[in-house]
């Protein structure tokens, strides 16, 4: 059984969650860690003669020291490149976080010191009229790790993330800086210190802009051993 799961989010979309979160497994892999992970719904995906498949789906599979199937690591893939909860009315599909969490209880039965779950866009992404994909992490009663792009108003959103996620009930375990364009913000090192400062979690690395988007290699960045701590 999986002994540490945690739900990733961003504090927006295209902040880099997926190459946070394969920079984490493959930084856990150096420890030693057996590892899995899940992006449980995608949308945006390709269709290839194996079905649909999703990029930053395809890159936890890869970042992952345990053998998974494409199938449990993504088991609801839509092709629309749109919010998920548009794209599965379009494809007649049918999400809750009930079935969401489901599918991550399944992973959860595996063996791994460490499982990570990615959610999708931000903390209140839509996942049908009455949920938000913050209903799966609370559901599952896991922490949440959160990705923050640093970028011109990074600070409001990674305040406001963090203020919901306490206040849906949940534990911010950590955050991860995120450089995710090649040029870098003004004052950089002031806004990185005020989150620092003010976010009440361990800042468990902050990524450089990498061309090569390595996963590998931006693991040396990071320190998370306190993800093993409980």
């Avoid at 199937?69 to 049918?94: C, F, K, R, T």
């Avoid at 989150?195 to 990071?222: F, I, K, M, N």
Wanted: aromatic residues 4%.
């Amino acid at each position: 059984m999986a002994r540490n799961t945690y739900f990733v989010t961003g504090t927006d979309t295209g902040v880099g969650k997926t190459m946070a979160s394969a920079a984490i497994l493959e930084a856990a892999r150096h420890l030693g860690k057996r590892t899995v992970a899940m992006k449980p719904i995608a949308s945006g995906c390709d269709s290839t003669q194996d079905g649909l498949r999703n990029e930053d789906a395809l890159i936890l599979q890869g970042a992952i020291t345990e053998s998974l199937g494409y199938d449990i690591i993504n088991p609801v893939a839509l092709e629309p490149a749109i919010a998920p909860h548009v794209a599965a009315q379009q494809a007649g599909v049918s999400i809750s976080a009930a079935r969401l969490a489901g599918f991550c209880r399944g992973m959860q039965m595996r063996p791994a010191d460490l499982m990570l779950v990615e959610g999708a866009g931000g903390w209140r992404v839509p996942l049908n009229e009455r949920e938000t994909y913050a209903a799966v992490p609370r559901e599952l009663d896991i922490p949440v790790i959160m990705v923050v792009s640093l970028k011109l108003g990074c600070i409001n959103h990674a305040v406001l993330t963090a203020e919901a996620i306490r206040a849906d009930g949940l534990r911010l375990a950590g955050w991860v800086a995120n450089r995710a364009e090649q040029e870098a913000m003004s004052c950089e090192q002031q806004t990185f210190d005020y989150l620092l400062a003010h976010l009440g979690a361990p800042c468990l690395g902050s990524l450089p802009w990498s061309p090569e988007a390595d996963p590998v290699a931006l693991s040396a960045h990071l320190n998370i051993g306190s993800l093993f701590e409980n």
